[in-house]
């Protein structure tokens, strides 16, 4: 499978880290990922290969403050306005691949956190991408994302940008995975594959604490999100796709996930489709059922092909 890592300028002035994996012919289409928070775009590849393999080309790109090109002590590190910076590098990412691939369907396909960038950027440029996926997302608000906000925004600006964040941390992930006790690992509640999950807490690039900057902006991002003036702006016209696993925290055990279903439906999107998965975790990609959850997602990418 041939693979590409190249840097692209985004926003102005950013070095946005890439890979690309295409096959060997022509690509039936293009999807791009959009990772994770605490992850990075090379944990893809595994799944890429899987795309490639029928014929689809695959690009992903590292988040600010991730990946391995940055150092390790600015991991997390989130700087000022990074939500909004990382929707404007993800349009210069789509506007690179329309040049590289004209004619071809660009499709974003969002994670986790990434989904919820996704959705922003879909709010603001929808009519400039072919399709979007959402893997984990959610689309009810916490009724705590004020206190959440607030207790990030007084850590920023009392304690300095640079300074990570447990207690919030504490807060989301830890309660995350209390819902899988007893707990084999911090990370049981990513994935029922105990080998993946394995391969996430050896990671050094993957599972670190960010700063309360990061999550400052992070959640004021995701509340924006879920803002039903910014819901009315999606675009009807465009295929939309969400899947998740059914235990997944992030997506409130189905009820976060399936709002978001309905809530767009509501603004009038035409096409929208999921797959809830029974059992599931968070990273779908990475469960013991991949290769279902694999085709399903072919299945939407070869239906909105040229």
Not at 4 to 27: K, V, Y
Request: with cysteine.
């Amino acid at each position: 499978m041939p693979k590409r890592s190249f840097s692209l300028l985004t926003g102005g002035d950013h070095p946005t880290p890439m890979q690309a994996w295409l096959p060997d012919t022509e690509p039936a289409c293009i999807l791009h990922i959009v990772h994770g928070m605490a992850e990075y775009a090379a944990r893809y590849e595994p799944i890429a290969a899987m795309l490639v393999a029928e014929g689809i080309g695959v690009y992903a790109h590292d988040n600010r403050a991730h990946g391995p090109s940055i150092p390790a002590e600015d991991l997390g590190i989130g700087e000022e306005d990074w939500f909004y910076k990382q929707v404007e590098d993800i349009r210069h990412i789509v506007q690179y691949l329309r040049t590289q691939h004209p004619g071809k369907k660009i499709i974003l396909l969002g994670h986790s956190m990434g989904s919820f960038l996704s959705q922003r950027f879909f709010q603001l440029y929808g009519k400039e991408i072919d399709g979007l996926v959402l893997s984990a997302s959610n689309g009810n608000a916490d009724p705590l994302m004020g206190i959440g906000i607030g207790v990030a925004y007084l850590q920023y600006k009392l304690m300095g940008k640079r300074y990570r964040s447990t207690l919030i941390d504490t807060l989301s992930f830890g309660q995350f995975n209390r819902a899988f006790r007893p707990n084999r690992t911090t990370n049981d509640w990513l994935s029922r594959d105990e080998k993946e999950v394995d391969k996430y807490v050896a990671d050094p690039l993957c599972g670190f604490v960010c700063s309360a900057g990061f999550f400052y902006y992070f959640f004021k991002g995701i509340r924006d999100a879920f803002k039903k003036e910014n819901i009315r702006q999606i675009p009807t016209d465009i295929p939309v796709y969400c899947f998740g696993g059914d235990q997944d925290p992030v997506g409130l055990k189905g009820k976060g996930f399936l709002a978001l279903i309905s809530k767009w439906k509501a603004a009038g999107v035409k096409d929208i489709t999921y797959d809830l998965y029974p059992g599931g975790r968070h990273e779908m990609l990475n469960e013991l059922n991949r290769e279902e959850v694999v085709r399903n997602l072919v299945s939407f990418l070869f239906a909105n092909r040229p």
